[in-house]
């Protein structure tokens, strides 16, 4: 102010040459105003500089024509672009051509350029990492419609647009004055009728009409059946397609030639700035927003039409000028009117709300009305400048908000959320829900859609919160938030009005009257639309009554049998990679590795050393021999675990010792000599030994039963082989124990011998046979592997060969030997988990816990657990057999018992490609949403009450019914506003302040948490999606 008075003093001073009149009335307003800038800063009167030069910048291009836009650099390229096309054609020479310039640019503006852009930049990047990189895969296109992105048909066609807008244009306007004027006046009036036409096509599709007052008779009275709702919505499908094509091409053609044959004659009285920016502005308005512009071209033809020549300066200003007064009027009205709507909701919901009534509430409205005039005042002046209302703490005490763009918060759209385990469900939902969301744009049942708009979906228990940033010619784009699906007390209520309206406003039983009106029409909601999307439904059960039956639990014991040995034997079979599932347990981390199962494989490249009958003799056997290596083949080597090197008995030390030797990578692949020397390979075919000479192996004679069976006691199992002969000699055999005391060669760590060459594609990893259990602990055990099961499976594996599968089969299914690992390993593993680390309690007896602490990765702690733990493949095999056997015996809960073997191998294969069972909190639960596995299942367990509440969770992805509503965007932007002064200018973050309290008709509490972060706190927030409209 200082400057200021010395300035003008100075001015004053030096006579009438430097004295500036009008610097005095300057001088005296900024005094007033400098006053009142503190006060206008604490009450969030005054704008920061970047909203103040982002909402300046923004209208210019509106201005010129143009939409808000998505994002600031997208804002700024639009804005230089629009002005540099306006300087172009500024200085064109003539009217007609730049009538025909703005044709043609007002066309190229309103595409979706965005999207052409972040294409080309893919392309680039696409085509540099495919040079950098090894791999020539290209990755699988997805054609998911035309519009969806920038193609060679997508160019083609706005080529083509381009071409006959030119066409037009010349065709017109050069020789316009040809033109009678009843050309012009038929086209305008077939514009006035195409704005009425779609005014009343728009109005069938949705929901409700005049206004949302009136429920639409022709929409469907149910959306529960989808067949019926489709089948009862097939004519407004075809109304659909009607209006789009009028909105596409008729009447943009028709409004084309109209302004064409009204800029050509166009008398310029005014200066060249104001007729260049009508024409622009309206040429490119035609496309841009086509509907406001069918209905800003109508008024102007009517008073046109209603006005004589003689009325003066309304035909002075040309049709340029007047389609851009009239526009501008037409959007301050539509601002107005929501912004009185705003205020009267707000003002009147204080009070008729008895939950957010204060004492002074009837005070305020009384001061209110006394005080309208110079709120009304506020409210003109609010929408003069485009700024929304700000109700000081959500009351009814109205200031004026500061400048802002229209997406209301600076941050970049989607730069950041509260992310979180619910965050994956619309992170899949996002990209379905753009998908069903073009239908609705298309259609018009969400209205006439503009940047700024709101929209609110609803299913189950998750809600998006939908809002449009850009709207143009064929496309708009929108940002997708995702809200808690945790909810609080705030939540669950407006969340069950929301309910209700939908529910009155979607579904009857009887059908709806023809005079239905709107329960609650002054409702920040107004439901519009319910469309199918492609996502999962979620079903939560509480489990009492079935987890904690007997029965139950005995059934998944005996169908832990079956789905253990049909894990396995498909594993073995398809050499599946399957991620670790060893972190689900609640001693691990909650998530998997994200690369899948640490550690390598089970197999080793050492040569393995044979024995045949008494002779002793060494084989060397590569991994390309024919004859059993001991292992499934195919897979890698892995080191040798701890429990293999502990020394439990002399006899299984040296069976440990040779385990260690064949699997570490670090010895090489020729055998020792007793002295330590290594054997030469040339001379190992005709080396001989004593077994006693062999590391790790014991000199077991043939006949020797007694000493055969203390063996076994100490050899914690082992991998028994079996003598050929003895074999073939026996059809049937009680149990394990039986065969092993009656056959004569055991084979401890060497090569088993098969009767069927096809076994060795069956057989189990060398590892797998080191199990730590004596076979007392599981001889009991043995009679109840299911082999009728197990032949059952075998049967319908798929083993390709060179001979028929039958045969191959049969030769399988008639090898002892292989049944009998399968028996002792199935058997060890089903004592691990069901019996050792449960202290003598029968695993029924312990009830539905242990059913749950197994099923979520938690195996009762016994010695013999690191086996299994320490393994991630087969610790991970155990758990997914388990979770099958759950999931079966809830299955026949529901269903029935199953019929037969095969019934249960139907359910089992549909449980391997379509189900995933889990954690929630895995990472593989999260990598199976967004991959978009048909189902999934969990089981959870609320230990706060007693006793525990057990619940299961499935998703089943499948088309879902989505209601859609259309919210109040000034009561939108009126409550981001406020919230915006509160926590940032008077820093009130408490938890449960007034003005987030639950407000069922404006939805206060959930509209803050649509608020952008830090101010809100949505789950997920989506990057700007274009969607097209064509």
């Not at 009027?329 to 709300?353: A, E, G």
């Not at 023809?514 to 509480?542: E, G, R």
């Not at 060398?766 to 004596?774: A, G, N, Q, V």
Request: with cysteine.
């Amino acid at each position: 102010m200082t400057l200021l008075n010395f300035s003008y003093t100075h001015h004053k001073s030096f006579g009438n040459n430097l004295y500036y009149t009008d610097f005095e009335l300057v001088n005296e307003i900024l005094h007033v105003v400098f006053i009142f800038l503190p006060l206008l800063w604490t009450f969030a009167l005054l704008p920061p500089l970047d909203a103040l030069f982002l909402w300046l910048m923004e209208q210019c291009v509106i201005i010129l024509g143009g939409s808000p836009m998505a994002g600031d650099m997208r804002l700024i390229v639009m804005l230089l672009a629009s002005c540099s096309s306006f300087v172009v054609i500024y200085f064109l020479p003539s009217s007609e051509a730049i009538t025909i310039a703005s044709a043609c640019l007002g066309y190229f503006l309103s595409l979706d350029h965005a999207s052409l852009m972040n294409r080309i930049i893919t392309k680039v990047m696409k085509k540099d990492s495919t040079k950098k990189s090894s791999a020539n895969q290209e990755p699988t296109r997805v054609h998911i419609g035309f519009g969806w992105q920038w193609t060679v048909k997508e160019l083609i066609f706005h080529l083509f647009m381009l071409a006959v807008i030119f066409g037009i244009a010349v065709g017109i306007i050069l020789p316009a004055n040809d033109f009678s004027p009843t050309v012009s006046k038929a086209v305008g009036y077939a514009v006035v009728g195409l704005a009425i036409f779609v005014v009343i096509l728009g109005e069938m599709q949705g929901v409700y009409m005049m206004f949302g007052m009136w429920r639409n008779y022709l929409y469907p009275h149910s959306i529960m059946e989808m067949d019926k709702y489709f089948k009862a919505k097939s004519l407004l499908i075809k109304v659909a397609v009607l209006r789009r094509i009028i909105l596409d091409f008729v009447a943009p053609i028709l409004m084309l030639l109209y302004l064409c044959l009204g800029f050509a004659p166009d008398p310029v009285t005014l200066p060249s700035f104001i007729f260049t920016l009508g024409v622009i502005r309206g040429l490119r308005w035609v496309w841009q927003g086509t509907f406001n512009s069918m209905v800003e071209i109508s008024v102007v033809h009517v008073i046109n039409q209603a006005l004589t020549p003689s009325s003066g300066w309304w035909y002075e200003l040309g049709l340029s000028t007047q389609l851009l007064f009239i526009g501008l009027l037409w959007n301050r009205l539509h601002q107005f009117i929501n912004k009185l709507s705003c205020y009267f909701t707000i003002l009147v919901t204080s009070y008729t709300y008895e939950k957010q009534r204060l004492k002074h509430s009837a005070l305020i409205i009384i001061l209110s009305a006394i005080f309208f005039p110079i709120i009304l005042l506020m409210i003109m002046f609010a929408t003069f400048l485009l700024t929304p209302l700000l109700p000081v703490f959500t009351l009814p005490i109205m200031l004026i908000a500061f400048p802002r763009p229209m997406r209301s918060w600076p941050e970049e759209v989607g730069g950041s959320a509260n992310i979180c385990q619910d965050s994956i469900y619309y992170m899949q939902l996002s990209p379905k829900l753009a998908l069903a969301l073009k239908n609705c744009c298309t259609s018009g049942s969400l209205g006439n859609l503009s940047a700024g708009a709101h929209f609110l979906a609803r299913f189950q228990d998750r809600m998006t919160w939908l809002q449009v940033l850009e709207c143009g010619y064929g496309y708009c784009s929108i940002s997708i938030k995702g809200m808690e699906l945790q909810e609080t007390s705030c939540h669950t209520e407006e969340a069950a009005k929301i309910d209700d309206l939908f529910e009155s406003s979607f579904n009857r039983e009887d059908g709806f009257p023809f005079f239905t009106f709107n329960q609650d029409p002054f409702h920040v909601l107004t439901p519009v639309d319910a469309i199918p999307v492609d996502t999962y439904s979620s079903a939560k059960t509480v489990l009492t009554g079935i987890i904690d039956s007997p029965d139950t639990l005995r059934s998944i014991g005996k169908n832990f049998w079956k789905s253990l040995t049909w894990v396995l034997l498909q594993h073995i079979t398809h050499r599946e990679k399957i991620p670790s599932s060893k972190t689900t347990s609640p001693r691990h981390m909650n998530h998997f590795e994200a690369n899948g199962i640490d550690g390598g494989s089970v197999n080793s490249r050492a040569a393995l050393i044979e024995f045949k009958g008494n002779k002793s003799k060494l084989d060397i056997k590569g991994e390309n021999d024919e004859k059993d290596s001991g292992r499934a083949s195919g897979e890698t080597p892995r080191p040798a675990t701890a429990t293999s090197r502990k020394s439990r008995r002399s006899l299984a030390s040296s069976w440990g010792s040779l385990n260690s030797w064949n699997d570490d990578e670090s010895i090489d692949q020729v055998p020792f000599t007793k002295s330590g020397n290594k054997i030469p390979l040339s001379n190992l075919s005709r080396e001989k030994t004593d077994s006693r000479n062999i590391p790790g192996m014991v000199d077991i004679e043939e006949n020797d039963d007694d000493n055969l069976e203390s063996i076994l006691k100490d050899l914690a199992i082992g991998l028994p082989p079996v003598d050929i002969g003895d074999i073939n000699e026996r059809k049937t055999t009680k149990n394990m124990f039986d065969l092993l005391t009656k056959t004569g060669s055991i084979k401890l760590a060497g090569s088993i011998q098969f009767s069927s060459s096809h076994s060795s594609k069956l057989s189990l990893p060398l590892k797998w046979r080191d199990i730590p259990l004596d076979l007392h602990q599981i001889s009991p055990l043995l009679s109840d592997f299911p082999k009728d099961w197990y032949r059952h499976v075998l049967q319908h594996l798929d083993l390709s060969s060179g001979v028929p599968s039958s045969d191959v089969v049969d030769e399988i299914m008639s090898d002892e030997a292989l049944t009998s690992i399968y028996t002792q390993l199935v058997s060890a593993i089903f004592s691990v988990v069901n019996i050792l680390g449960l202290s003598g309690v029968d695993f029924v007896t312990r009830g539905p816990m242990h059913v749950f602490k197994v099923f979520n990765g938690d195996i009762p702690w016994s010695m013999s657990l690191d086996w299994l733990t320490q393994d991630d493949e087969l610790f991970n095999l155990v758990i997914k057999a388990y979770r099958f056997a759950v999931k079966l015996s809830f299955d026949e809960i529901l269903y029935g018992e199953t019929s037969g073997n095969d019934e249960v191998r139907e359910y089992f294969d549909e449980y391997q490609s379509d189900w995933y069972m889990g954690l929630e909190s895995d990472a593989m639960w999260t990598e199976s949403v967004l991959k978009e596995k048909p189902h999934l299942f969990s089981i959870g367990c609320n230990t706060s009450h007693h006793p525990p509440v057990f619940t299961s969770h499935i998703l089943n992805r499948q088309p879902v019914m989505v209601s859609i509503g259309r919210l109040n965007a000034e009561i939108i932007r009126s409550l981001w506003a406020s919230l915006s002064m509160e926590l940032f200018y008077f820093t009130n973050d408490d938890e449960e302040r007034y003005s987030i309290q639950a407000h069922p008709t404006i939805l206060r509490n959930l509209t803050v948490q649509s608020a952008d972060p830090p101010l809100g706190y949505p789950i997920f927030y989506s990057k700007p999606i274009s969607i097209p409209t064509f």
